[in-house]
C-alpha cells in the first residue's frame, strides 16, 4: 500500500512537472481531472497516494507506541525512520543533483549560503526549503525536491501520537474515541481555522487520525462490502450538496477512502504481494522520485512527454529506493529501535 503510494505521487508529479505554466502551476493528469469531475475530490493523485501514505502511518505509529509503551523508544525509533534516509536524501540532492544542475561555477555553488540552508532548515523540518542555488531554474518548476513538504506535518502527527500515548489515550479506547470524535467535529465547525487543518495539509492530518482510531478500534471494525457501498453511496449523495468549502463532504470521502484501504488490504480476493519481506522502498521512493524527475526534465531540455517522465523515474527510482532501504534505513531501525 505504502509502495503503491509513493508511485502515485511519482506519476501525480509527473505533469505539473513537465506541462506547468506561470498561469497554471498545478496541472492535474487525465484521471485526477476525472476524480475531480465526478467526485468532488481536491486532490489529483499524488494527493491520494499522501493521503493513503497518512492512513497506513497512523496506523502504524498507532501501533509502534502500543507496542513500546515508552516514549523514549518510541520517539527513537520515528527519529531512526525518518532522519537518517532524509540526511542522506539531502547530502544527495545537494552534493550530486544540485552539483549536476546549478548554472553557478562549481566553486561559488558549494559556498553559497543556500547550500546550508536547504540543509540545516530541512533537517530541523520547521521551515522546509526547496530549491538551491541556481539549481532548475529553466524547467517549470524550481524545486529539487518538492515532495518534503509533507515530513514537517508527518513528524507533528507523531508527536500528537506522543501526546495521545503520554495522557494514556492510547490504551483507552474509549477515551480515544471521544477525542476523535471531538476533533472532528470542530473540524466541522472552523474548517481551516481549526488549528490542525493549516494550510494545504487539511486532508493529511485527518487521514493519520483515521489510521489512529481504525487501529484502537481493529476487534470492532467489520469488513464487509455493503458496509463500503454504503460509505460511497453517502459520499455520492453529499456530493455537490453543500455550499461552500464542503467539509462535511471531504471527511465523508475520507472516512470512505480510508475503509476502502483496509477492505482492499484484507479482501480474501486480491492476492498478497507481501513486497514488505523483501524491503520497505516507499520511503526511499517518496525521497528520491521528484529530484530524479527534476534531472531527468533537465537533461531532456523539458522535451518530454509526462507518461514518459513517469516511465523513467520510476525506472531510475527504483535503484535508489533499495538502497536507501538496506544501506540506510534497514540499518539504521535495527540499531535504534
Given amino acids: 500500500m505504502r509502495l503503491l503510494a509513493a508511485w502515485l505521487v511519482l506519476f501525480g508529479h509527473s505533469y505539473p512537472l513537465v506541462l506547468a505554466t506561470a498561469e497554471q502551476p498545478h496541472i492535474p493528469d487525465p484521471i485526477?481531472?476525472?476524480?475531480?469531475?465526478?467526485?468532488?475530490?481536491?486532490?489529483?493523485?499524488?494527493?491520494?497516494?499522501?493521503?493513503?501514505?497518512?492512513?497506513v502511518s497512523g496506523l502504524l505509529v498507532t501501533k509502534s507506541y502500543v507496542q513500546r509503551s515508552n516514549a523514549v523508544a518510541f520517539v527513537r525509533a520515528r527519529a531512526a525512520r525518518i532522519y537518517p534516509a532524509l540526511l542522506i536524501n539531502l547530502l544527495f540532492c545537494t552534493l550530486v543533483v544540485g552539483a549536476y544542475a546549478t548554472t553557478l561555477p562549481l566553486?561559488?555553488?558549494?559556498?553559497?549560503?543556500?547550500?546550508?540552508?536547504?540543509?540545516?532548515?530541512?533537517?530541523?523540518?520547521?521551515?522546509?526549503?526547496?530549491?538551491?542555488?541556481?539549481?532548475?531554474?529553466?524547467?517549470?518548476?524550481?524545486?529539487?525536491?518538492?515532495?518534503?513538504?509533507?515530513?514537517?506535518?508527518?513528524?507533528?502527527?507523531?508527536?500528537?501520537?506522543?501526546?495521545f500515548g503520554a495522557f494514556g489515550l492510547l490504551h483507552q479506547r474509549g477515551l480515544f474515541n471521544a477525542v476523535f470524535l471531538v476533533a472532528m467535529g470542530l473540524f466541522l465547525i472552523q474548517g481551516k481555522s481549526f488549528f490542525l487543518a493549516q494550510e494545504g495539509t487539511d486532508f493529511l492530518w485527518i487521514y493519520f487520525l483515521l489510521g489512529m482510531f481504525y487501529y484502537l478500534n481493529a476487534e470492532q471494525i467489520k469488513l464487509d462490502i455493503r458496509i463500503l457501498a454504503a460509505f460511497v453511496i453517502v459520499t455520492a449523495c453529499l456530493h455537490g450538496a453543500e455550499s461552500g468549502d464542503q467539509r462535511l463532504y471531504d471527511l465523508s470521502f475520507a472516512v470512505t477512502l480510508s475503509y476502502g484501504i483496509i477492505y482492499a488490504a484484507y479482501a480474501r480476493y486480491i492476492p498478497s504481494l507481501d513486497i514488505g519481506r523483501i524491503g520497505d522502498f516507499?520511503?526511499?521512493?517518496?525521497?528520491?522520485?521528484?529530484?530524479?524527475?527534476?534531472?531527468?526534465?533537465?537533461?531532456?531540455?523539458?522535451?518530454?512527454?509526462?507518461?514518459?517522465?513517469?516511465?523513467?523515474?520510476?525506472?531510475?527510482?527504483?535503484?535508489?529506493?533499495?538502497?536507501?532501504?538496506?544501506?540506510?534505513?534497514?540499518?539504521a531501525l535495527k540499531r535504534f529501535r
Fill in 32 to 55: 485526477s481531472q476525472y476524480f475531480y469531475a465526478y467526485l468532488g475530490f481536491g486532490q489529483a493523485l499524488s494527493g491520494m497516494g499522501l493521503c493513503l501514505f497518512f492512513f
Fill in 282 to 331: 516507499s520511503y526511499g521512493v517518496y525521497l528520491y522520485a521528484y529530484p530524479m524527475q527534476q534531472v531527468i526534465m533537465q537533461q531532456m531540455n523539458s522535451d518530454i512527454s509526462p507518461l514518459r517522465l513517469c516511465a523513467l523515474a520510476t525506472i531510475s527510482v527504483i535503484p535508489l529506493a533499495v538502497l536507501s532501504w538496506y544501506v540506510i534505513e534497514k540499518p
Fill in 107 to 163: 566553486e561559488e555553488y558549494f559556498f553559497h549560503s543556500g547550500i546550508h540552508g536547504f540543509i540545516v532548515n530541512n533537517l530541523i523540518l520547521w521551515q522546509v526549503q526547496f530549491e538551491l542555488p541556481a539549481v532548475f531554474q529553466a524547467l517549470p518548476w524550481h524545486s529539487v525536491n518538492g515532495s518534503l513538504w509533507t515530513l514537517p506535518l508527518e513528524v507533528r502527527m507523531y508527536v500528537w501520537c506522543l501526546a
